[in-house]
């Protein structure tokens, strides 16, 4: 046992209880959640709310306890416009993929939050930070990924809690924002985000609002033991 760990540290400590006002806090908070496409404030975000923010991502479970995220935070305007018009290359790209009422209502929808937030955070994997052997990502490489996505929604609750917005961009040439930000080789973009204030928010998602798809029964999705009919 290293030095600095004390035998306190290592031995299981009673398990807090949460009483029913905190629960409900918590399922308040998810079912707020909110993709925000156009909807930021200009306003800057307050530094301490945006560390809360980052070290909520950063308590995210981990594989190994590799912690393979980074966050760029990204405030620079020429690199913003620069990423807006890789965006606008691929997004136009996006929209010849639908066609008829979808392609007019993919059409109509704002998209517009990489210049509108006052803060863009590109959420990154580092696939070789825990080394060659990893504890728990042996049989399963993607694991890293897996923990990187959990980090994010630790980060979008959060910022849903203090008020803050958060969006999620995934219409880029990957190659064109790895270039972009200068992401090495080895390093996986795991998420765009564009973060902000907001003082609207859809009290549905928006594209189930819009009629693009409707959220499933959740007894249709919740199975015994195996896959239906197995």
Same mark, same amino acid.
């Given at each position: 046992?290293?030095?600095?760990?004390?035998?306190?540290?290592?031995?299981?400590?009673?398990?807090?209880?949460?009483?029913?006002?905190?629960?409900?806090?918590?399922?308040?908070?998810?079912?707020?959640?909110?993709?925000?496409?156009?909807?930021?404030?200009?306003?800057?975000?307050?530094?301490?709310?945006?560390?809360?923010?980052?070290?909520?991502?950063?308590?995210?479970?981990?594989?190994?306890?590799?912690?393979?995220?980074?966050?760029?935070?990204?405030?620079?305007?020429?690199?913003?416009?620069?990423?807006?018009?890789?965006?606008?290359?691929?997004?136009?790209?996006?929209?010849?993929?639908?066609?008829?009422?979808?392609?007019?209502?993919?059409?109509?929808?704002?998209?517009?939050?990489?210049?509108?937030?006052?803060?863009?955070?590109?959420?990154?994997?580092?696939?070789?930070?825990?080394?060659?052997?990893?504890?728990?990502?042996?049989?399963?490489?993607?694991?890293?990924?897996?923990?990187?996505? *959990? #980090?994010?929604?630790?980060?979008? !609750?959060?910022? +849903?809690? /203090?008020?803050?917005?958060? %969006? $999620?961009?995934?219409?880029?040439?990957?190659?064109?924002?790895?270039?972009?930000?200068?992401?090495?080789?080895?390093?996986?973009?795991?998420?765009?985000? *564009? #973060?902000?204030?907001?003082?609207? !928010?859809?009290? +549905?998602? /928006?594209?189930?609002?819009? %009629? $693009?798809?409707?959220?499933?029964?959740?007894?249709?999705?919740?199975?015994?033991?195996?896959?239906?009919?197995?």
């Amino acid at each position: 046992m290293p030095p600095e760990i004390s035998a306190e540290q290592v031995v299981p400590q009673p398990a807090r209880s949460f009483d029913e006002r905190e629960r409900q806090a918590l399922y308040d908070i998810i079912n707020a959640r909110r993709d925000v496409r156009n909807e930021f404030r200009p306003d800057p975000i307050d530094p301490a709310a945006l560390r809360r923010i980052l070290a909520a991502a950063h308590a995210a479970p981990s594989v190994g306890f590799m912690q393979p995220w980074d966050f760029l935070l990204i405030r620079d305007p020429k690199r913003r416009a620069d990423i807006h018009a890789a965006f606008l290359r691929a997004n136009a790209e996006a929209e010849d993929m639908f066609e008829g009422d979808r392609k007019a209502l993919y059409r109509s929808l704002k998209l517009e939050g990489i210049l509108t937030s006052p803060l863009n955070i590109c959420v990154t994997c580092d696939r070789t930070r825990g080394g060659k052997v990893v504890l728990g990502r042996t049989h399963n490489s993607n694991m890293d990924l897996y923990s990187t996505v *959990c #980090a994010v929604q630790n980060l979008w !609750l959060a910022a +849903r809690a /203090e008020g803050i917005g958060i %969006g $999620w961009v995934s219409i880029f040439r990957p190659q064109d924002l790895r270039d972009l930000l200068g992401i090495p080789d080895h390093v996986e973009i795991v998420a765009y985000l *564009c #973060a902000g204030h907001v003082d609207e !928010l859809y009290p +549905r998602p /928006e594209l189930e609002a819009r %009629g $693009w798809r409707q959220r499933l029964d959740l007894d249709s999705v919740i199975h015994e033991d195996c896959w239906p009919g197995q």
